[in-house]
């Protein structure tokens, strides 16, 4: 026995952290929000790139079957366990028949569960109730660590608070990297007005409603990428990893890699401002972001080697 | 034209119709290949959209500018499979 997913929510679904292919036939276009799929495997000691539990605006209720070590990730939703209070980019151990229950909160819009020892599909990664997702238990002394630290105490006295993050999910406005064939009006139309997230179809494409968009289709076909913002029926349209391979609506820019973490916690009502900037601004913003990345999961090790120490004292 | 599509992307775009026997070329070539920067080819009737990963560029060659690098090994490709940028 592994996970059960007594309830799946609405879109609960097993991925990985970058695209992958399948022999089951099972669709892995990646994690949304790579931030917080890495910090929830980075806290249970995990490969950063282990598979996950993305779970989307209405999480799903998990039942552990053993002794399990989790953390979770991403939107601000809160969860409990019995009388128990669970939170987010904590680190928890849960026992045979706990249950995890996740209470959306209206900001946010996808968490991230990551188990230690990683996870698998038993067949499609899309995951119904009544489902299990297989514990894959590839434990390392590091984990071993953690099981005898937690079973004294169920829970480490820290985590990531969400101050640490603001940084990156709090701010509306998104870069969007310029294209040399459109025009410089069409930046200033979409820097000019406040858009609104209208809905999103399921990890395709977030639709979003603002001062009308006037641009020409002068009729090339595109490939669909990630962060892509086009436009349709004059008002943009961005591309999240589900997004068609190829789309024959204008592409005015895409929107940088560390802006999409936040871009795929944006709920129905939620604000976007977009910035134009050009590729070389992109770049040194995605360096700043991953050396900060890179010092704060450095920041996690040091603080659970540290607990680990004194556990051993 | 040639250009940074985002962080992630370099785009080659033409007006001409790129046909379907061209595309299939093209990603022949493409998967014979090794490529230093490059990970991924998108090809569409007008476009052909490669990945990269940009902080692997700059940790490599110690810059925050990784576009001309990649841009450069884009370039060699095409001409390679005969595609004039």
């Known amino acids: 026995m592994s996970l059960i997913v007594q309830d799946s929510g609405l879109l609960t679904i097993l991925q990985t952290l970058d695209p992958q292919p399948s022999d089951k036939g099972n669709e892995y276009n990646g994690a949304c929000d790579r931030l917080a799929h890495q910090l929830a495997n980075q806290l249970v000691g995990n490969d950063t790139s282990a598979p996950t539990v993305e779970m989307t605006l209405q999480p799903s209720v998990i039942k552990f079957t053993e002794p399990t070590i989790i953390a979770f990730s991403g939107a601000g939703f809160k969860a409990k366990s019995g009388d128990r209070d669970i939170f987010l980019n904590r680190i928890y151990l849960f026992d045979r028949g706990d249950e995890l229950e996740f209470i959306p909160q209206p900001k946010g819009n996808r968490i991230y569960l990551a188990v230690a020892g990683g996870l698998e599909a038993e067949g499609s990664n899309i995951l119904k109730s009544g489902d299990e997702i297989i514990m894959c238990r590839n434990y390392t002394a590091h984990h071993d660590e953690l099981f005898n630290m937690l079973k004294r105490r169920s829970q480490v006295s820290w985590g990531v608070d969400t101050y640490a993050l603001v940084e990156v999910y709090l701010s509306d406005t998104y870069h969007i990297v310029r294209r040399p064939d459109i025009p410089d009006e069409i930046y200033e139309q979409l820097e000019s007005a406040e858009y609104t997230v209208r809905n999103e179809k399921n990890r395709v494409a977030l639709y979003v409603d603002g001062p009308e968009i006037a641009l020409e289709n002068v009729g090339i076909e595109h490939a669909g990428v990630k962060g892509g913002v086009h436009i349709a029926d004059n008002q943009p349209v961005l591309a999240l990893n589900d997004f068609n391979k190829v789309t024959t609506a204008p592409q005015v820019g895409t929107i940088p890699s560390y802006h999409l973490h936040k871009l795929s916690q944006k709920s129905t009502g939620s604000k976007i401002q977009f910035k134009a900037i050009d590729a070389a601004d992109a770049h040194a913003n995605l360096y700043a972001h991953h050396l900060w990345v890179k010092s704060l999961f450095k920041a996690i090790d040091y603080k659970l080697s540290k607990e680990l120490v004194k556990e051993k004292m | ?85």
């Open chain 2, 1 to 85: 034209m040639i250009f940074a599509n985002g962080d992630c992307y370099i785009t080659y775009q033409q007006e001409e119709l790129i046909s379907d026997s061209e595309k299939t070329r093209i990603e022949a070539g493409f998967e014979k290949e090794t490529h230093t920067y490059l990970t991924e080819l998108q090809t569409t009737e007008h476009t052909l959209t490669f990945l990269y990963s940009p902080v692997k560029v700059m940790e490599a060659h110690n810059t925050i500018e990784p576009c001309d690098l990649v841009i450069d090994e884009v370039r060699a490709f095409l001409a390679r499979i005969e595609v004039t940028a």
